[in-house]
């Protein structure tokens, strides 16, 4: 299975979820376009087990922007078509950037990848002010789509109420809330996995 991490927003919390779910699932790391440094693979690197797999970019781009703007100033121009997924026998998590509407060129967004890949979504959504309007939105832009959304990740403080009536437009239930950590390191990810493995599977069962 691929399984496509997006967010609500920029700097939302794909990667430390992406983590988390590599952990969760024995699954490889793919993020197809990369957009500046550190880059976010090299950070998964960092936090999930030696013996997990990470897929090198297929457009690793020098400067933190949108894609689209990225990819000109490097003069190259992004094409989804063009996107090869790494060949696995494992689960696959895919990072997006940035948000689903993101441009990777002047005629393709993020969301455009996911037909492509054959893979379900899985929404991270930060809790803050304002959060419920970019979580219904995206909600909204999936099933317009008629794309396959498998769960939800929050991140950030309990807010009970933002979380019930995102859930509630989403139509499906929360698979992890990682909350405010001091420090994000492989031994967080790896209890953030465990309880996520075990909300997978009763979900699945």
């Not at 976010?40 to 703007?69: C, F, G, W």
């Not at 109420?161 to 809330?177: D, P």
Request: charged share 25%; with cysteine; net charge neutral.
């Amino acid at each position: 299975m691929r399984y496509f991490v997006t967010a609500i927003g920029t700097d939302s919390g794909k990667t430390i979820a992406s983590a988390i779910l590599i952990e969760a699932l024995g699954a490889d790391y793919w993020k197809p376009v990369q957009a500046g440094t550190p880059t976010d693979s090299n950070t998964i690197r960092e936090l999930v087990s030696s013996h997990r797999i990470v897929h090198p970019e297929q457009y690793l781009l020098k400067s933190p922007m949108s894609p689209h703007a990225a990819a000109k100033i490097d003069n190259i121009e992004i094409k989804i078509k063009n996107l090869s997924i790494p060949k696995t026998d494992r689960p696959l998590i895919i990072e997006g950037a940035g948000g689903l509407m993101v441009p990777v060129n002047d005629r393709e967004i993020i969301a455009d990848m996911i037909p492509c890949f054959h893979a379900e979504i899985i929404l991270v959504s930060n809790i803050y002010l304002g959060s419920i309007n970019h979580s219904l939105l995206s909600l909204e832009f999936i099933k317009s789509r008629g794309y396959t959304l498998k769960g939800l990740i929050f991140n950030g403080p309990e807010n009970y109420e933002t979380k019930r009536i995102i859930e509630n437009y989403a139509g499906v239930k929360c698979l992890l809330h990682i909350k405010n950590e001091k420090d994000i390191t492989k031994e967080v990810i790896n209890e953030y996995a465990k309880e996520l493995r075990t909300n997978w599977n009763d979900m699945a069962g």
